[in-house]
């Protein structure tokens, strides 16, 4: 959990693994994330820049180990990382399962609310359910990072014609049923600055774990 993508991809995600040396990385249209070892050396920051290559900046989740000094940080911030305590999960007699035919209406859906990364095939990583409103899908909310034993929850997003009906809570609280029905334990992460959703998630039974980091950096041109 300290390190959630690594574990995702050296364990049920492990078929979508990318690798050089001892660093993984999703499909550039699955996630953005890449993952490092705990304490990576000159030799893994050489495999990280290779590994990117002409795909851009690196993104990294749980993640606090600064890049090497030549590498240009374009964006860091504070995250938590939350994990169910008491979340009363249950199923949402609205919700219904996405699918890849729903993806446009997905990324639609990720452009107007910006919840976090979704790209076309994320909706492969696990199961996602929506909320539609006269056959428009108006809210969503699904499954991301998988290390063993736990599913984290991401992509949680209302239209804002629909918001403050309670909606997003509703598929938290959906998706963390599917979850608690394997026998795996509901986790999420959340912007440190973004105390709305934080109070929300602590209201419905999640509880703080850990400080983290977000980060995305530039290799430096002469690895690439």
């Not at 070892?37 to 795909?55: E, F, M, R, S, Y």
């Not at 749980?62 to 940080?73: G, L, T």
């Not at 997905?106 to 990583?125: K, N």
């Amino acid at each position: 959990m300290d390190n959630p993508a690594r574990s995702s991809l050296t364990g049920p995600h492990a078929h979508f693994a990318v690798r050089r040396g001892r660093i993984l990385r999703y499909p550039v249209d699955v996630s953005p994330w890449l993952a490092l070892p705990d304490a990576p050396d000159a030799q893994d920051w050489a495999d990280v820049a290779a590994l990117a290559g002409d795909t851009g900046p690196i993104a990294l989740t749980a993640f606090r180990e600064p890049p090497p000094h030549d590498w240009e940080i374009l964006f860091r911030a504070e995250g938590v990382q939350l994990v169910d305590e008491s979340v009363a999960a249950a199923p949402d007699p609205e919700a219904v399962r996405l699918g890849p035919a729903d993806v446009p209406e997905m990324l639609d859906l990720v452009a107007r609310t910006r919840p976090g990364p979704f790209l076309p095939r994320t909706v492969e990583m696990g199961a996602y359910l929506g909320i539609r409103r006269r056959g428009a899908l108006v809210a969503m909310a699904g499954e991301r990072l998988h290390p063993p034993g736990w599913t984290e929850i991401s992509g949680v997003c209302t239209d804002e014609s629909v918001r403050g009906q309670g909606l997003a809570s509703r598929l938290v609280l959906a998706v963390a049923h599917g979850i608690r029905e394997r026998g795996e334990t509901p986790f999420l992460h959340a912007a440190g600055s973004n105390t709305r959703a934080i109070r929300l998630y602590e209201s419905l039974g999640f509880r703080l774990r850990r400080r983290t980091e977000f980060l995305s950096a530039l290799a430096p041109a002469k690895l690439l």
